[in-house]
């Protein structure tokens, strides 16, 4: 059992994006990868406010590029900065992380 869930995780997750925005998409999904990085330095510092202001981004911008997981994971984000919830922040960049690393766009 516990292989099927290995393998599950490593599956792609295909999202469909609208091709009139297919020149934004690899500079949105770039911009999340920085994002990673800016909330992983910040968690570390205590900054909690400047991953409460990502997460909200993230969860204005993910459904209007057709990316409903990040709104779903911003909103996870800002709520787990309010709460100043370092260990909750850790598993929703991870979570972010893992499915940046999975996800496949098809423009249709």
Same mark, same amino acid.
């Given at each position: ?5 290995? +393998? ?9 994006? !609208?091709?009139?925005?297919?020149? +934004?998409?690899? =500079? $949105? ?5 920085? !994002?990673?990085? #800016?909330? =992983?330095? %910040?968690? #570390?510092? =205590? !900054? $909690? ?5 990502? =997460?909200?981004?993230?969860? /204005?911008?993910? /459904?209007?590029? /057709?990316?409903?997981?990040? #709104? *779903?994971? /911003?909103? %996870?984000?800002?709520? %787990?900065?309010? %709460?100043?919830?370092? *260990? ?11 499915? +940046? *690393? ?7």
């Amino acid at each position: 059992m516990k292989q099927e869930g290995a +393998l599950k995780q490593e599956e792609k997750i295909i999202v469909h994006v !609208d091709p009139d925005i297919a020149d +934004l998409v690899p =500079g $949105f999904l770039e911009n999340r990868h920085k !994002d990673i990085k #800016t909330m =992983g330095e %910040a968690v #570390t510092q =205590g !900054d $909690f406010e400047a991953i409460r202001v990502l =997460g909200h981004s993230m969860k /204005g911008a993910g /459904g209007s590029y /057709g990316f409903d997981a990040i #709104t *779903d994971m /911003g909103k %996870a984000l800002e709520q %787990a900065a309010m %709460a100043k919830d370092s *260990d909750g922040i850790k598993k929703s960049v991870q979570e972010l992380s893992a499915y +940046l *690393d999975r996800v496949e766009v098809v423009y249709k």
